[in-house]
């Protein structure tokens, strides 16, 4: 059974900082991904991770994708307050997705 | 452009009583579908998805069932509603077929009474 694992679950930290969201899964899998979630709201995709060593960077987040350690980072930059929302990490298992449990960020001024 | 729906928005149903939630996308054919439920504060879990018309997968065994009777249409439906049926109820397809990537409705938000 595919498990999926991120850390930290709640992440607090202050503009203009920087930081990094583990995902950790169990099971060889080349697909991975990362949503964004505002509270009240549905999932926003934002990262497509296709292979190993994938590197994707949209304005203050990056993420990468290592497949022989199982492990995707979320590293946000110079962090803003808009940031602040849960992060889900994905891994695909045969078009079936497992998520992890969320990383919930709040960015304070 | 492809736009996937859910009706209701909003639901707040009594214990014992039954559900019905839709799903319908627009702008594909053939998608594979999804329904993920989400408790409060807490991860998504695959409830049921669908290749085609009539064929459901059930991942986890529970009072809830769906169905997909149309191509574009995805349903999840309970005769009767228990309290820990509550949460996000999200549903979702798959965009393409390179990445396999799942976008996901706006969500039934079900409160049991």
């Known amino acids: 059974e595919l498990k999926v694992e991120q850390n930290p679950l709640f992440l607090s930290m202050q503009e203009g900082k920087n930081y990094t969201i583990y995902c950790n899964y169990s099971t060889t899998s080349d697909r991975l991904y990362w949503y964004r979630q505002d509270p009240g709201k549905s999932l926003e995709s934002l990262f497509v991770l296709l292979s190993n060593g994938a590197v994707k960077q949209e304005g203050r987040l990056m993420a990468s994708l290592d497949t022989k350690a199982r492990l995707s980072t979320l590293h946000i930059t110079a962090a803003v307050h808009d940031l602040s929302a849960t992060y889900f990490c994905a891994v695909d298992s045969g078009s079936r997705l497992t998520f992890g449990e969320g990383t919930q960020l709040t960015v304070n001024p | 452009s492809q736009t996937i729906h859910q009706w209701p928005a909003t639901l707040v149903q009594p214990v014992g009583s039954p559900l019905s939630l839709e799903c319908t996308v627009e702008?594909?054919?053939?998608?594979?579908l999804y329904w993920y439920r989400q408790a409060a504060g807490r991860g998504l879990q695959l409830l049921f998805y669908s290749v085609g018309i009539g064929q459901i997968s059930s991942e986890v065994p529970q009072n809830l069932s769906a169905s997909r009777p149309q191509d574009r249409q995805f349903i999840l439906s309970s005769k009767k509603l228990l309290l820990s049926d509550s949460g996000f109820y999200l549903c979702?397809?798959?965009?393409?077929?390179?990445?396999?990537?799942?976008?996901f409705g706006p969500g039934t938000r079900l409160t049991v009474t």
């Open positions: 702008g594909t054919s053939n998608p594979n």
């Open positions: 979702a397809w798959i965009f393409g077929t390179a990445s396999y990537e799942q976008y």
